[in-house]
């Protein structure tokens, strides 16, 4: 119903994985989400447990990417569908990209749009399985190179990022972080190992100049994060 809302009623082409968080999520737990059935697993996550933090750093950078751009990305993963013959991108297996790449090609000739969006909604939903994994298995640490290389498939092959938050995940990763994404709009996912990487965590929380003086951004602001339970009803009133 929240989907529909947004996408019949307001007109926005929207997804619905903000609203199954919203009344889905439990605490210490992230929500693997199946948006084809709208099944969702509550993963066990664990991050202090391990020695680890969750640290968001909102860049403050302004909304580039319109309504039009993301359906523009709906479109053209659409396209790449019909091309390939499936209902949808996720029908795809990482094992049949290099079939699928050439497929595109051939329908697209000097045009690599379609294989680039094609690539990463595959191999992210391979990293997002390999994530689940991971964490079910309580290996925190071991999602971060999992986190990064979605940036760069986002930054890459699905176009969606922006100057200011490339920096951050730069910046966080030179400063000791395992792992670091974009995530929601606006908001960056930085994880930092205990001992020298807190300190260098709080360096940059102590000089968030870092992020901005080099090409004049907005100073970034930071927070860490827990897992916590969705929307529910406590003594007759929504939270």
Known sequence: MARRAETDFVGAPTGGMDQLASVKCEAGHVLLCDMRSLETESVPFDPAGTGLALLVTDTHAPHRHTDGDYGDRRQACHRAAEVLGVELLRDVDLADLDDAAAKLRAATPGDDTLLRRTRHIVTENARVLETAALLRAGNVAAIGPLLLASHHSMRDDFEITVPEVDTAVDTAMAAGAVGARMTGGGFRWLRHRPGRGR???????????????????????????TPARGAHRLDGWAV
């Open 199 to 225: 300190r260098r965590r709080r360096r940059l929380r102590r000089d968030p100049g870092r992020l901005r003086r080099p090409r004049g951004f907005t100073e970034p602001t930071f927070f860490v994060a």
